[in-house]
């Protein structure tokens, strides 16, 4: 999966934006990320689990050495992955559902995408 599929993909998902807070491609919902997107590194960081261990027991295990817990909130439940093919794309694009929903989720109702 490409930078711009991936880019594309998270931005026509309901009430989905694109920001930039500090240089790097945020995609949000309700003010909230659900992707941080590597446009340089050619990853993305998503949302994953409740905690590290439920992100990363599940990924990291499926893809040892390739999906790795975020820098910084890691311990959150986020994850990084490449978007070289080495995890494929039905399971990026799982990855992204997964994140949206869980942080549409966490929304005040009234910050939630009508369609979402």
């Known amino acids: 999966m490409s ?3 991936l880019v594309s993909y998270c931005l026509a998902k309901p009430g989905s934006e694109e920001t930039y807070p500090w240089g790097e491609l945020v995609v949000k919902v309700g003010g909230k990320a659900f992707a941080f ?3 340089t590194s050619g ?4 949302k994953a689990g409740r905690t590290a261990e439920e992100a990363s027991g599940e990924w990291c295990a499926r893809y040892p050495d390739v999906v790795t817990p975020s820098a910084y909130i890691g311990r959150y439940g986020w994850i990084r992955v490449p978007l070289d093919g080495a995890v494929p794309d039905d399971e990026v694009r799982e990855l992204v559902d997964t994140s949206y ?3 549409v989720a966490r929304l005040p109702k009234k910050r939630r995408p009508a369609s979402a």
């Open 37 to 39: 997107v590597g446009e």
């Open 101 to 103: 929903a869980d942080v």
């Open 3 to 5: 930078v711009d599929d």
């Open 43 to 46: 990853t993305v960081g998503v």
